[in-house]
Nanobody
Framework: VQLQASGGGLVQAGDSLRLSCVAS????????MGWFRQAPGKERELVAR????????YYSDSVKGRFTISRDNAENTGYLQMNSLKPEDTAVYYC????????????WGRGTQVTVSS
């Protein structure tokens, strides 16, 4: 499975961005997807996760109410809609996917930079 993330950029505080993650390969075996981010000098953190079996979601407290994770099965694409962006959202964002419900994510895409200016 290969993942390709895109959609990052430089925006102002309060703006919106939508990140995309296109999956290719044996995608039919994937059951969950996550979006992580890593800011300079900080550890990578999970910001959103979705189980494809029931579309249940998880959001970190820092993004809850502002970010939405979703997917398009037909396009094998996952999305992270980010609204009301804040400077503290600045980070490299990564998408990840897995064939299992728990554990470290198996497949990772290259990061896409999101920079939010104040």
């Amino acid at each position: 499975v290969q993942l390709q993330a895109s959609g990052g950029g430089l925006v102002q505080a309060g703006d919106s961005l939508r990140l995309s993650c296109v999956a290719s390969g044996r995608t039919f075996r994937l059951i969950r997807m996550g979006w992580f981010r890593q800011a300079p000098g900080k550890e990578r953190e999970l910001v959103a996760r979705m189980y494809w079996s029931d579309d249940s979601t998880y959001y970190s407290d820092s993004v809850k109410g502002r970010f939405t994770i979703s997917r398009d099965n037909a396009e094998n694409t996952g999305y992270l809609q980010m609204n009301s962006l804040k400077p503290e959202d600045t980070a490299v964002y990564y998408c990840a996917a897995d064939r299992r419900r728990v554990g470290v994510f198996e497949y990772w895409g290259r990061g896409t930079q999101v920079t939010v200016s104040s």
